[in-house]
């Protein structure tokens, strides 16, 4: 069974840092490009980060650049996003999928919460 099982999230002050990884497992994702998605409640779900195989070709969403960074580990299987400055607005329940996104990969998600 191919999975994708994001963890790492949890409650954090304004201004704190958490990191995401994101476990795959049933295949390889190592030419795929991933990315992290997150959505809100009463938000539909939308593209944070990406990164290509090469780790070459990154992108951010605007809201997150300079705050966020995408990483990989093709032979881990692994995709991580390490958040700082972590913001209000930033709390969601955080995705990691192929680009474009394959319904038959999305997990849970784990939840972000950014509140004092």
């Known amino acids: 069974q191919v999975q994708l099982v994001e963890s790492g999230g949890g409650l954090v002050q304004p201004g704190g840092s958490l990191r995401l990884s994101c476990a795959a497992s049933g295949r390889s994702f190592s030419t795929y490009i991933m990315g992290w998605y997150r959505q809100a409640p009463g938000k539909e779900r939308g593209r944070v980060a990406s990164?290509?195989?090469?780790?070459?070709?990154?992108v951010y969403a605007d809201s997150v650049k300079g705050r966020f960074t995408i990483s990989r580990d093709r032979a881990q299987n692994m995709l991580s996003l390490q958040m700082n400055t972590l913001k209000p607005e930033d709390t969601a329940n955080y995705y990691c999928?192929?680009?474009?996104?394959?319904?038959?990969?999305w997990g849970q998600g784990t939840q972000v919460t950014v509140s004092s």
């Open positions: 990164i290509d195989w090469t780790k070459r070709d990154i």
């Open positions: 999928n192929t680009i474009p996104a394959r319904n038959k990969y």
